[in-house]
């Protein structure tokens, strides 16, 4: 691990998603706090010039990029000013130049247009926001895209999803950097909930369920996924909605394609997934956490849904066993 000051620069440029550069300035500051002096973060443009961020906030760059060396680490934020015709043509050129000099050079979200057209991610494994997947696909097709990562390391180059994925992403370089434990109080003193493994979904079961409950389960929907550990029979779920268990289940059915009780066991499963890649907790004590009457009836539900065992999943797939996105939790 470094024994020095690693220098770091994230490239502005108008039209920038501002989280995308905020996120990780921020976190590399935590990491700081914990530890002074284990990075030198700079904002860089291309220029030297100001930049104003898509939601018009203006940022005055510590330099332009060619005065920024010598670099560790170039991180290229997100943005709708990256996604217009022609716009990442001059950043592209510029990531090319930089590329030998720079230990690794990371995409936040849409920044990905900028690295693609650079031509460094070719045959590379990569990833951005969900909403922009498909028309990065079509227009980058050398590159190897993963839509549903959160983020992904192939070599020296790195990317993540959309907008707070940028959190996961630089909490993982700092894993790389500097260790687990440097990682996780970067992680408490930003109040992140939980630290999540390159692999996982870009957004959570419970997101995709509350999305698709409507207005008739969306009360439902959200408190179900606040209760995990309690009773969630279908009699009780029924009359939460007040309606007969044999209607609430039809409907159920008819509004989510699964019964009621799959889709519980779906909701505490991937919260357990959550548990086991980010926390140290025992499977007794994560099976009881998110609702399951014993650790074998757990056990035998995660290696029914996903193959494997917790154990075996959490040696698989925790983020302190290897380097960020190198492993993929299976889709099972």
Same mark, same amino acid.
């Given at each position: ?41 700079l ?6 010039? &100001? ?9 005055t ?29 001059p /950043? ?12 690794? /050079? ?25 909403? @922009? ?9 050398? /590159?190897?895209?993963?839509p ?5 390391k ?9 907008i ?31 630290? &999540? ?11 995709? @369920? ?7 389960f ?37 509004? @989510? ?28 004590? /994560?099976?009881a956490?998110?609702?399951? &009457?014993?650790?074998?009836? @757990?056990?035998?539900?995660?290696? &029914? ?28």
């Amino acid at each position: 691990m470094p024994t020095s000051s690693l220098r770091v620069a994230l490239l502005g440029y108008d039209g920038f998603q501002t989280l995308d550069l905020v996120g990780p300035l921020d976190a590399f500051a935590a990491a700081n706090d914990a530890r002074p002096g284990a990075y030198e973060t700079l904002v860089v443009s291309l220029d030297g010039e &100001r930049v104003v961020s898509e939601t018009g906030l203006t940022v005055t760059p510590d330099c332009a990029l060619s005065g920024a060396w010598p670099l560790d680490t170039l991180i290229l934020p997100g943005g709708a000013g990256l996604r217009l015709p022609g716009a990442a043509a001059p /950043i592209a050129e510029a990531l090319r130049e930089a590329a030998p000099r720079l230990r690794r /050079i990371v995409s936040v979200c849409t920044g990905l247009y900028g690295l693609a057209a650079s031509g460094l991610a070719d045959s590379r494994r990569a990833t951005t926001h969900w909403k @922009f997947a498909a028309d990065l696909a079509a227009r980058f097709p050398a /590159i190897r895209l993963e839509p549903d990562a959160i983020f992904i390391k192939d070599g020296p180059i790195y990317s993540s999803a959309g907008i707070t994925a940028a959190i996961d992403l630089a909490l993982a370089l700092i894993e790389e950097d500097h260790g687990p434990a440097l990682a996780v109080a970067t992680a408490r003193d930003l109040v992140v909930y939980l630290k &999540r493994a390159g692999g996982q979904r870009q957004y959570s079961e419970p997101l995709r @369920f509350q999305a698709k409950a409507g207005d008739r389960f969306a009360d439902l929907a959200a408190w179900m996924t606040e209760h995990l550990a309690g009773d969630l029979g279908v009699e009780g779920l029924a009359d939460r909605v007040h309606l007969s268990p044999r209607q609430f289940s039809r409907r159920f059915v008819a509004h @989510f394609g699964q019964s009621p009780a799959r889709q519980v066991e779906t909701l505490r499963l991937d919260a357990a997934r959550l548990r086991l890649t980010g926390s140290q907790a025992s499977i007794e004590a /994560i099976a009881a956490a998110v609702g399951f &009457r014993s650790a074998d009836a @757990f056990g035998r539900a995660f290696d &029914r849904r996903f193959g494997l065992s917790p154990s075996d999943y959490r040696r698989r797939f925790a983020s302190a066993n290897g380097p960020p996105g190198d492993t993929h939790a299976p889709n099972r």
